[in-house]
């Protein structure tokens, strides 16, 4: 995004921090007009001694701060050609939001109340992603009400990794330092501390639901929604036996200190070998499956007390609306390279690739008999989905009991890719269908109406707290179906049946 030469008319917003200009995308009060303030610093840039510490408030600042420009990522350097468009943006100031807002308030009616505020986690496995993407621009949820923030945090092993001389789970402590700015500061551009969702998709979905298990975190926002989410909960020893391996790797001591002296891309470039911990090369392409995503929240004690879905169990965030769900085939394209031979290995021979439990194996067949008719790999790209998306969503769910939940399922299948796919729902919730990109990912015409439906979805869910369909506990499984074909029905209670020998 680039901004307009600032102008006398620019918007001017008042943070706790300082005071910052952004700029209009349209002319101000017409119909669909925004304004975008972006790399708005929540926290003090993670360098030098504080590279591995809990984030510490910016340094307040004079003037008016310029705030037209995306800030620097945390992700580094060219990721190349990936499902969703995340530019790394080079910088020390990581800790950055971006605030897209239809109005600012009127100092005249500073009694009203302010809109809805959606703050969305980008997702990237915790090791990759930005929030900078043109996919996450709030300009569709303002032109429906919403205020939106997108935010930052450190990623990897400089927010997760678990070592000795720095508080664990710096990311998710990022993510808590992001929400308490959004309650702070989110007033100044027109939005409601009050009524604040938090959402993400994948690596961000599982934030969500991290931190909707959380206690510290319960009075940040009202309500979630949790798109593919992805959890970590990364065992305590196993996160300490790759920050062993880590420092092995680099040569220096396995400590904050010890890493504090190894550069930021020394570090990056080394942290998937040091996650494999020696693995033969079929350990480590199963290795998400059996050791779970290499680095991300972990099960320390003190900042994450217990896995998410125990806590969810247990009623943390009991009292908030979640919304739920994942795409049909997350990454079953993945295998659509597979090894040609590969097709005429039996499904249940080729299961044992993923799963030692013959029960487990025989009632995940049975429930899959429709995708096994596709071939081999499909049913294992189906299994991986279910193993790591689709059964996190069912128990989840499950979980939460009569808390306010409920379920979606993604079904439409993109031309381009074969499958309903891993970020394939994301254009759709944001309604930016424009954006060249999505070409790529959902091919030249993909359906505007589904797109509609979906944005208005999430904009009912973030204003009431109700998306409009009958909660999962209304008959166990019931889900809103999203783009199925005619003949399917829009709400299911079977849409996660495939999953459920895996929950």
């Known amino acids: ?9 620019a918007p001017v917003a008042q943070t706790d921090a300082g005071a910052v200009r952004g700029f209009w995308r349209g002319e101000p009060g017409t119909p669909g007009a925004s304004a975008a303030f972006l790399g708005i610093p929540f926290a003090a840039a993670p360098v030098g001694e504080r590279r591995f510490a809990a984030p510490q408030p910016p340094a307040p600042w004079a003037g008016v701060r310029d705030a ?6 945390a992700q580094r350097g060219d990721k190349g050609e990936t499902l969703i468009p995340e530019p790394s943006i080079p910088g020390s100031a990581t ?3 971006n605030v897209f807002t239809p109005a600012l308030p009127d100092p005249e009616r500073i009694e009203e109340p302010g809109l809805p505020v959606l703050v969305w986690i980008h997702g990237g496995g915790y090791v990759d992603g930005s929030p900078a993407s043109p996919w996450y621009d709030g300009a569709a949820f303002n032109r429906d009400g919403v205020v939106t923030v997108t935010i930052s945090y450190r990623l ?13 789970n710096r990311g998710v402590l990022d993510w808590i330092a992001g929400l308490e700015w959004v309650q702070r500061n989110i007033a100044a551009f027109g939005g409601d501390p009050r009524r604040v969702t938090i959402a993400g998709q994948s690596a961000g979905g599982g934030a969500v639901l991290t931190l909707l298990g959380l206690e510290r975190a319960q009075h ?22 790759r920050t062993r391996a880590l420092g092995e790797l680099l040569e220096c001591a ?5 890493f504090r002296t190894v550069p930021e891309r020394t570090l990056q470039r080394a942290q998937p070998k040091a996650a494999l911990l020696g693995a033969t090369r079929l350990r480590a392409l199963l290795a998400p499956l059996v050791d779970g995503l290499p680095w991300g929240p972990v099960i320390d004690g003190d900042v994450l007390p217990r896995p998410a879905v125990q806590a969810l169990r247990d009623g943390v965030g009991s009292d908030k609306p979640l919304l739920i769900g994942a795409t049909d085939d997350e990454f079953t394209m993945t295998l659509d390279r597979a090894p040609r031979a590969l097709r005429f ?9 993923l799963s030692r439990d013959r029960a487990m194996r025989r009632s995940y067949l049975s429930a899959n008999r429709a995708q096994r008719r596709r071939g081999t790999p499909a049913l294992l790209g189906r299994f991986v989905s279910d193993r790591v998306f689709r059964a996190l969503v069912v128990r989840t769910a499950q979980a939460r009991g009569d808390a306010p939940t409920w379920a979606y399922r993604f079904a439409w ?3 381009t890719k074969g499958w309903s796919c891993h970020c394939l729902d994301v254009p759709f919730w944001f309604d930016v269908l424009d954006d060249p990109f999505v070409e790529r990912l959902a091919g030249p015409t993909p359906p505007q109406h589904l797109a509609t439906e979906m944005h208005a979805t999430a904009v009912r869910f973030v204003a009431e707290g109700d998306p409009g369909w009958p909660q999962w506990r209304t008959d166990p499984g019931l889900s809103r179906v999203f783009g199925a074909g005619p003949a399917e029905p829009t709400v299911s209670n079977t849409a996660y049946d495939g999953a459920l020998p895996l929950a």
């Open 254 to 258: 396995p400590d904050a200190d010890g």
């Open 95 to 97: 800790l950055n939001v």
């Open 1 to 9: 995004m680039t901004a307009d030469p600032p102008t006398a008319d």
């Open 345 to 353: 290995v039996p499904a249940a021979l080729a299961l044992l690739l």
């Open 68 to 73: 037209t420009a995306y800030g620097p990522t």
């Open 413 to 415: 299948v993109s031309p």
């Open 156 to 168: 990897g092993f400089d927010g997760f990794g678990l070592m000795d001389g720095a508080p664990a």
């Open 220 to 241: 940040l926002f009202h309500a979630a929604m949790a798109f593919s989410p992805a959890l970590a909960d990364i065992d305590p020893d196993l996160a300490r036996r």
